[in-house]
């Protein structure tokens, strides 16, 4: 019932910047917490950042902190991701994800969120 759809993902130098952008449709039954999960090649997924459906609270795993920022904007039911100071170890697939309730940013944490988008690449070069 929802479809997320990831853009923004490319090739970038270390210390350079991108953002990601997470559309999402579909009929909608409850409210959402958003987020990002990413997974690079030989590892297992990891979380990145989530976003309450209201706004209000967000989450990031230590790694990221202070460098990226999550934001959504409920009107254009589109979630972002800012990534500032990029590094090589944060080549990636970087998925969207979406679960809805009060409790959904939980979901995304742990990765087991219930819905996926096709993901995005972001290639951090040295």
């Known amino acids: 019932q929802v479809q997320l759809v990831e853009s923004g993902g490319g090739l970038v130098q270390a210390g350079g910047s991108l953002r990601l952008s997470c559309a999402a449709s579909?009929?909608?039954?409850?409210?959402?917490?958003m987020g990002w999960v990413r997974q690079a090649p030989g590892k297992e997924r990891q979380f990145v950042a989530a976003i309450s459906w209201s706004g209000g609270s967000t989450y990031y795993a230590d790694s990221v902190k202070g460098r990226f920022t999550i934001s959504r904007d409920s009107a254009k039911n589109t979630v972002y991701l800012q990534m500032n100071s990029l590094k090589p170890e944060d080549t990636a697939v970087y998925y969207c994800n979406a679960h809805p309730g009060n409790s959904g940013e939980r979901m995304v944490v742990t990765t087991i969120a219930r819905y996926w988008g096709q993901g995005t690449q972001v290639t951090v070069s040295s």
């Open positions: 579909g009929r909608t039954v409850s409210t959402y917490a």
